[in-house]
């Protein structure tokens, strides 16, 4: 089974609006973080935002939000005021304890968002 | 300066070839990974080493065999490239003690094996 799921492959949104990215995670572990990254079409791999499985406050960075639903397992990335740069392919990890105390990161297989001017 | 650096960029080989990719952290983690990322953009850890030390060896074939020098340094040595092995490979590192656990990644180097 999947332990993180992006149940969007492509997602288009037009300039100045606001999109959410869908991401559902699946663990049994308490203590676990959530990530989202941002890939361009140069290729590197970009940290957007962090949210903490025991954070109460929905994690914010700048136009980056984290909807964070914990019963639901959800932890959807909403972007406010898009803008052409934020065309890219964005994946959703999340990062899990190991039995032996390390850590294990999962990422999804990512969503390609579009921005049309 | 570069926080997660990896050479090369590029590398274009011949089947069975040996290859190596480097990759350096300057950013005083102890933890680093290598990742393989397919032609679908899926991303998949194969290693991770926490101070020199393998932590994290998923189901990788044997011909690719990480060495850590110091925790600074996690180079990637593929033994007999196949052309199943094209992908782009990142690495990254991390500080496992702080609460976030970010990890930054390098630029990623886009192997083509012919």
């Known amino acids: 089974a999947q332990k993180i799921t992006q149940t969007q492959p492509g997602m288009f949104v037009q300039e100045k609006e606001a999109v959410t990215l869908d991401c559902t995670y699946d663990?049994?572990?308490?203590?676990?973080?959530l990530f989202w990254y941002k890939q361009p079409s140069s290729g590197e791999m970009i940290f957007l935002i962090y949210?903490?499985?025991?954070?109460?406050q929905n994690a914010t960075e700048g136009r980056y939000s984290l909807n964070f639903q914990k019963a639901r397992k959800s932890a959807n990335l909403v972007i406010s005021a898009s803008q052409l740069g934020d065309s890219a392919m964005y994946f959703c990890a999340m990062r899990e304890v190991t039995a032996g105390g390390s850590y294990i990161p999962t990422f999804g297989r990512g969503t390609s968002l579009i921005v049309h001017p | 300066d570069t926080a997660v650096s990896q050479t090369p960029k590029y590398l274009v080989t011949q089947m069975g070839n040996d290859k190596s990719i480097k990759c350096e952290q300057n950013?005083?983690?102890?933890?680093m990974y290598w990742y393989k990322q397919d032609s679908k953009k899926f991303l998949k850890i194969m290693f991770s080493y926490n101070n020199k030390e393998l932590i994290i060896n998923e189901t990788v074939p044997n011909r690719f065999s990480p060495k850590s020098p110091d925790k600074a340094h996690l180079n990637l040595h593929i033994n007999s490239l196949e052309l199943g092995d094209s992908a782009v490979y990142f690495c990254?590192?991390?500080?496992?003690?702080?609460?976030?656990?970010?990890?930054?990644f390098g630029a990623g180097t886009r192997l083509s094996v012919l």
């Open positions: 663990t049994s572990d308490p203590s676990y973080g």
């Open positions: 950013l005083g983690h102890d933890t």
């Open positions: 949210q903490g499985s025991y954070d109460q």
């Open positions: 990254a590192s991390s500080q496992v003690d702080r609460p976030k656990n970010i990890q930054y």
